[in-house]
């Protein structure tokens, strides 16, 4: 009786497992796109279409805070201080750099034509991918593909694109974000008149910033198509309290900002119209996909992934234009996802970073996993329901590059043929850990400089309480009665391991600490018995403020196991009886 069961269970979920048919995947990826400036509530057609019929992740973020580093962690899901691939151009980032780790022979669309995808891509793929390297090699996985190439990737009217692997074509005179759209449009088409199913990436450059080289590199705001001319006239970026403070925060270059004056702020005010009108452009070829789909009877059986690759300042912190830093206004980015099983008009707060999206697609294109350092997206209340990550990993090396026409932080610095303006050294590691007892942000500089922020009270992260002026607030803070500088070491520790981590470790970190696995978030680490352990944890630290990568310069670079013995470590048997009585 039971075997027969059994029998017909197991026959019928062979069946189904056949049966089920490999949903397509359509992902559209912005260049820059904000969260704290409202740019997702300017989308009238993503609301309808995307946010309104499936999910936003509310807590959603890239894992380094700028272009080339962030999509190559996005389509690896590898962390970037495993792909090396840290900068924009060479030597540690660009094409030719991802072409040298391997990159290209070994990432998201390969994987999935291995698994019978039909794949496509239009828009920008890498930074420094030119008009000259474009074919050594040709960028491998796609069916089809259509890549804008600098150096007139940020030209809105002045694309150049090569078309699987011919030589550049120039649309001098149309408009970039249309575009891209139209080839994007006619991939899906394509895509649909095969029967397997397929993979469609549209990657706009809209609303990053205008780039041109003559001789110099000169930012501007973005272009918009003269259709979108009259929109948003009364638009404002919203004065919160970090906007162009009155009292600064931060530390670094940071700290050190002269306040904006009114002309440069109303410019600010200006570029952030101009990235929403270029965002409209986006918004409606998200709707014309979605009615495409709808039209030949595909959208029930299509994933629909919205995100960008990092998220956008501009006068926050007293910053001009730009990315590059781990405040929330760049890490903090829009996700939106939409397909079958998709919870629809929800909200998500699941803790989900860039990482995950390889493993995620990866999965529901019913492939086995790859070796990524993420983990799927739960993409069902069940699964949200599980879901216990409550960390996101930050990481950055080299300068931060301030945008649109006032951008200047210090010296010009010379690199190569162009001059690059910098903020000086950037070069920090970041942790991000939202649980249900706290919102905390912590970072250590390359000049050993700290930060932690305490977004509960704290959401434009002004108040470091590392430093003197916020001594009383740090006396006050506490998470589970626990004082500062008992969590702290715990982040430390956590972030010791996050900045080496692969696979497994970077989504259970805890593990490594504790490797009998009965610790597995913050709350769990801050026991008092454990303070001894953490006090004597090395300290994540750095020797120098390097461009790149250099592990030489980066301090200590793991972290002690706990190795008490015996039932000692076991949960069961702590009975804390002390002032801490709240862990019993
Ligand atoms: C797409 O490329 C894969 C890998 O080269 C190949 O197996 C597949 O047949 C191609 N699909 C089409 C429609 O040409
Ligand atoms: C547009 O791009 C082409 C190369 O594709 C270049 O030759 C031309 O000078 C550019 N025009 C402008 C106005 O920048
Ligand atoms: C405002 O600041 C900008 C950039 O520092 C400067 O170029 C400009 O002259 C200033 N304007 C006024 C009115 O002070
Ligand atoms: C950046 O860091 C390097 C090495 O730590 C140091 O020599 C240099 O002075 C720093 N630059 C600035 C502008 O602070
Ligand atoms: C990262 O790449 C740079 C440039 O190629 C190299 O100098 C550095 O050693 C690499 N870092 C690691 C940890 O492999």
Redesign the pocket.
């Given at each position: 009786m039971h075997l027969k069961i059994l029998l017909a269970a197991l026959s019928w979920l062979c069946h189904s497992t056949l049966a089920a048919k490999q949903p397509n995947i359509l992902f559209i990826l912005t260049d820059d796109q904000d969260w704290h400036m409202q740019s997702l509530q300017h989308m009238p057609l993503l609301q309808k279409h995307l946010v309104n019929e499936g999910t936003l992740y509310s807590r959603h973020y890239c894992t380094v805070a700028i272009c080339c580093p962030s999509r190559v962690n996005i389509w690896t899901g590898r962390a970037a201080h495993n792909t090396n691939v840290t900068d924009v151009h060479p030597p540690y980032g660009g094409y030719p750099k991802i072409v040298r780790e391997g990159i290209n022979d070994d990432y998201l669309p390969v994987w999935l034509q291995n698994a019978g995808y039909n794949t496509y891509y239009t828009g920008k793929l890498w930074n420094a991918h030119t008009v000259e390297n474009y074919d050594a090699p040709y960028a491998r996985g796609f069916n089809g593909s259509d890549f804008l190439l600098d150096p007139?990737t940020y030209?809105y009217y002045?694309a150049?694109l090569t078309r699987n692997g011919a030589p550049?074509v120039?649309y001098?005179g149309q408009y970039s974000p249309d575009v891209t759209a139209g080839k994007a449009y006619a991939f899906v088409e394509e895509a649909l008149s095969h029967d397997k199913p397929w993979f469609v990436v549209h990657a706009p450059i809209a609303p990053h910033g205008d780039v041109s080289f003559d001789k110099k590199l000169k930012f501007d705001k973005p272009y918009y198509a003269e259709r979108h001319a009259h929109l948003f006239k009364d638009y404002q970026i919203p004065r919160e309290e970090n906007f162009n403070p009155e009292h600064q925060g931060g530390v670094s270059w940071v700290a050190k900002l002269p306040r904006l004056n009114d002309t440069v702020v109303d410019y600010q005010d200006e570029y952030q119209r101009a990235r929403l009108r270029s965002l409209q452009a986006v918004d409606e070829s998200v709707e014309a996909l979605v009615k495409l789909l709808e039209a030949r009877g595909e959208l029930e059986n299509t994933y629909i992934i919205y995100t960008t690759d990092n998220g956008y300042h501009i006068g926050q912190h007293r910053m001009h234009p730009g990315k590059e830093c781990g405040f929330e206004t760049d890490v903090h980015i829009p996700l939106v996802i939409r397909g079958p099983g998709v919870p629809v008009g929800h909200i998500s707060e699941v803790v989900t970073a860039h990482t995950d999206l390889a493993s995620t697609i990866v999965g529901l294109a019913g492939s086995t996993l790859q070796n990524t350092d993420g983990i799927p997206i739960p993409l069902t209340y069940e699964g949200e329901e599980k879901s216990k990550t409550e960390h996101v990993t930050i990481e950055y090396w080299g300068v931060a590059i301030p945008e649109g026409k006032y951008g200047r932080y210090g010296d010009l610095v010379e690199t190569g043929d162009y001059d690059i303006p910098t903020g000086a050294n950037n070069t920090y590691k970041a942790v991000r850990v939202i649980g249900g007892e706290y919102n905390l942000y912590y970072a250590v500089w390359c000049t050993n400089e700290a930060e932690l922020y305490d977004l509960t009270t704290d959401a434009g992260e002004l108040r470091n309480l590392f430093s003197a002026e916020y001594a009383s607030q740090r006396e006050g803070f506490s998470i589970r009665n626990r004082p500062f500088h008992e969590v702290i070491t715990r982040l430390d520790a956590l972030m010791m391991v996050l900045k080496t981590c692969k696979g497994r470790a970077c989504t259970h970190p805890w593990e490594i600490l504790h490797p009998k696995g009965n610790v597995a978030s913050l709350t769990d680490s801050l026991q008092p018995r454990y303070d001894s352990f953490y006090v004597d944890q090395p300290k994540v630290s750095f020797t120098k403020c390097e461009l790149g990568y250099i592990k030489e310069s980066e301090g200590p670079l793991d972290a002690i196991p706990y190795a008490q013995e015996g039932a000692a470590d076991d949960p069961l048997s702590f009975r804390y009886q002390g002032p801490f009585s709240i862990w019993t």
């Open positions: 007139f030209r002045n150049s550049p120039s001098e």
